[in-house]
């Protein structure tokens, strides 16, 4: 098993078989399941894993502790991508007990067939437990992303057990940079919660942390105030880059014509960065990630059956349940005869917070005319201001 430290081991395991995580989001380089555990006088496992991985788990899990026996089991979270296997674990350690929040304990019955109630600790905020040289210390994180989360903090080494704070997508033998995929897993997963997030950063603030070890990607050891600044960032909903998404939808193609002109037009006027998205082919939830990540959007969308085509109205209810908000947006609308798009979409926009709508719309009756290219450059101008 890898070796985090002398005395903390990674049991966890890669799924590379998976295709879409919670169901929607794709994973090109599929997932991992995070497990540790902490050799000592009582010997701890940090969570279980999903039921796509219980044999090679449960194998690592042997493997580690060779004669040992585990004295307790922490629950961070029930999601079952990481709470699949505690019965599997008390069938095969029935003198293991399991540590876990009042709320968790309470949810735990949803879970499993057995009840496991003799064998819960229920530990409240700051409340420690010591193994003999390791001492967990426990903090709630209600809504990062479940109610019942909570993190640990290991006094002696230094290292956060941070749930699925700070986690990403992809398998730990994937070499891609840590920014993009844990942006894209933060916004869809996290995002609706930044209030929450915000509250357990001031809890992390206080701790003088070495090592952050999530539940999903990999092991965090250096520039940690990389990582925690972004997630402040994210957090807070601020744009961590100056540039423009365009999320556009283009039936026939006439509105992705306009789309490519308006990009030429924005990178004329300043624009330091333009990034398209194909809102009925790309991957909403990259698309989403972008969103997020720069400080303007300019939606483009067909009008269809006098209303908003689908996957705009999509996009922007994705918008509004992840909380997106301090972003100015612009709108491009096409219609043959009844154009409606841009109702539509100030209808849903005006139920974000804290959003700058630029006030010039570009309407397009079909095929995009000269005039149109002049509002367009109007449009760029106001919203690179």
Not at 27 to 34: A, M
Not at 46 to 56: F, G, L
Not at 58 to 68: A, H, I
Request: proline content about 3%; glycine content about 4%.
């Amino acid at each position: 098993m890898k070796k985090i430290t002398d005395s903390i081991s990674y049991i966890g395991v890669d799924d590379k078989t998976i295709d879409l995580f919670e169901s929607q989001y794709i994973v090109p380089n599929g997932v991992s399941y995070n497990s540790y555990i902490i050799h000592d006088e009582k010997t701890t496992i940090m969570d279980t894993v999903d039921k796509r991985a219980t044999d090679e788990w449960l194998k690592n899990v042997e493997e580690d502790l060779k004669n040992e026996k585990p004295h307790y089991l922490v629950v961070s979270h029930l999601e079952p991508d990481h709470s699949a296997n505690i019965e599997k674990l008390v069938e095969k350690y029935p003198e293991i007990k399991i540590i876990l929040s009042q709320r968790a304990a309470t949810m735990l019955p949803q879970f499993t067939n057995k009840d496991l109630s003799d064998k819960l600790i229920i530990v409240k905020e700051a409340e420690e437990i010591n193994l003999g040289t390791h001492t967990l210390q426990f903090f709630m994180a209600p809504m990062v992303h479940w109610p019942e989360v909570m993190v640990t903090y290991e006094k002696t080494e230094k290292i956060l057990f941070s749930a699925d704070g700070f986690g990403k997508f992809g398998t730990l033998d994937t070499d891609e940079e840590w920014d993009c995929e844990a942006r894209r897993y933060y916004f869809n997963i996290v995002g609706k919660y930044g209030a929450q997030v915000q509250a357990l950063l001031k809890k992390a603030a206080t701790l003088d942390i070495q090592k952050i070890c999530p539940l999903h990607g990999p092991i965090l050891t250096e520039d940690l105030g990389h990582y925690i600044e972004k997630y402040d960032i994210w957090s807070s909903y601020k744009p961590e880059k100056d540039g423009v998404l365009v999320a556009y939808n283009s039936i026939h193609g006439n509105t992705k014509e306009a789309v490519l002109e308006l990009e030429k037009i924005l990178k004329e006027n300043g624009a330091k960065k333009v990034v398209l998205s194909d809102l009925s082919r790309d991957d909403m939830a990259e698309t989403i990630e972008d969103a997020f990540k720069y400080d303007k959007l300019i939606i483009a969308s067909p009008t269809y059956d006098a209303g908003l085509f689908p996957t705009t109205e999509k996009f922007l209810r994705h918008l509004k349940h992840k909380n997106y908000q301090k972003r100015k947006i612009a709108l491009i609308e096409n219609g043959s005869w009844a154009p409606m798009a841009a109702k539509c979409m100030k209808e849903i926009i005006s139920e974000l917070k804290d959003i700058t709508l630029v006030e010039k719309v570009v309407t397009i009756k079909t095929k995009m005319t000269e005039e149109n290219r002049k509002e367009m450059i109007e449009l760029a101008k106001e919203i690179l201001i």
